[in-house]
């Protein structure tokens, strides 16, 4: 399976726990965003890395968020001390950027990992 | 602030009829647009795509129609088949695609054998 791959697809944790996903993105792809849904919305964008860059940041993504993506391959999203407010589905997407012989190239999303702050 | 608006919540159509899902944006700077499919317990997956100068994009049964004047677009799809039930995303980028996406709040499609 060469899609995008998320991990652990569901997390139960108890109100100021911090929790870590991780998301492995599509092997060619340069770009990877982050993205939260809750119920009855449609997808949040909330960060995205060109390589292992970070270049933008959703005002959704507060202090207790960060991403990282060290190597430019899989990367991380860790919520510190975690409130029932971040309860949500939260995607990962990745694409292969501006240049590669498109005007655009599509996100492709993965499963999801599904958060529960209880 | 929704940039990106789907008004129906839900759609029902008679299968191999024609399902029309409508998306409606706000921001003038969008210049492209995507549809996404979402069935249960998994991620959107992509579904078809159509950018600012163009009016209409067709792939097999899916065709996505753009009316920049109105900032509106639509999903046709047709013969709609029961593997169609799931919910649709309309997307919008700015900056020709070059970073995040804006989502509508999504449509139920639910096709009737």
């Known amino acids: 399976d060469t899609g995008v791959s998320q991990n652990p697809r569901h997390k139960i944790t108890k109100r100021g726990q911090n929790v870590t996903f991780r998301c492995d993105p599509i092997?060619?792809?340069?770009?990877l965003y982050w993205y939260r849904q809750t119920l009855g919305q449609g997808p949040e964008f909330l960060t995205y890395?060109?390589?292992?860059?970070?270049?933008?940041k959703s005002r959704l993504l507060s202090d207790r968020f960060s991403a990282e993506r060290p190597k430019g391959s899989f990367s991380t999203l860790e919520i510190q001390r975690t409130e029932q407010g971040d309860s949500a589905m939260y995607l990962c997407a990745s694409s292969l950027g501006m240049n590669h012989g498109g005007y655009y190239n599509e996100q492709f999303f993965g499963p999801g990992t599904r958060l529960t702050v209880l | 602030d929704q940039q990106v608006k789907q008004n129906s919540p839900s759609l029902s159509v008679q299968e191999g009829r024609i399902s029309i899902l409508n998306c409606d944006y706000t921001n003038s700077m969008f210049d492209y647009f995507l549809w996404y499919k979402k069935y249960p317990a998994e991620g959107p997956t992509f579904l078809i795509s159509?950018?600012?100068?163009?009016d209409k994009n067709e792939d097999g049964r899916f065709t996505v129609f753009l009316n920049k004047s109105a900032k509106h677009l639509s999903l046709h799809i047709v013969p709609s088949q029961p593997g169609d039930s799931a919910v649709y995303f309309c997307?919008?980028?700015?900056?020709?695609?070059?970073?995040?996406?804006?989502f509508g709040t999504g449509t139920r499609l639910t096709v009737i054998p």
């Open positions: 159509i950018s600012s100068i163009k």
């Open positions: 997307a919008a980028s700015g900056m020709a695609g070059a970073n995040n996406l804006f």
């Open positions: 890395f060109q390589n292992e860059a970070q270049l933008e």
């Open positions: 092997s060619e792809h340069n770009r």
